[in-house]
């Protein structure tokens, strides 16, 4: 099994939303603690898109493996830590 790329866009929302990209497709997700909690949006390459309303109580993210969910939080992790240390208040 392979690791994808995942890029943070933007910052973390004071409401705990976090926009992504992971080979191509935005999402947009819940993170409390570090963690995904919930997808609320996505898009994926070829522009088709889905939102928390239209998954009828399936969460992309409840359907991941224990594995998956654990390299989404260190991928999260990673990006977040490379974020802060190009911010202007870390040199």
Do not use: Y
């Not at 570090?34 to 399936?58: D, H, I």
């Amino acid at each position: 099994m392979g690791t994808r790329s995942l890029r943070l866009i933007g910052t973390t929302s004071g409401s705990g939303l976090q926009k992504v990209d992971i080979d191509g497709w935005l999402l947009t997700l819940e993170i409390t603690d570090g963690s995904p909690t919930r997808c609320r949006s996505c898009c994926c390459p070829q522009g088709r898109e889905g939102s928390f309303e239209s998954w009828l109580r399936n969460d992309p993210v409840s359907l991941l493996s224990g594995w998956e969910h654990a390299q989404i939080e260190r991928l999260l992790g990673e990006a977040a830590d490379q974020v802060r240390g190009q911010s202007p208040e870390s040199q």
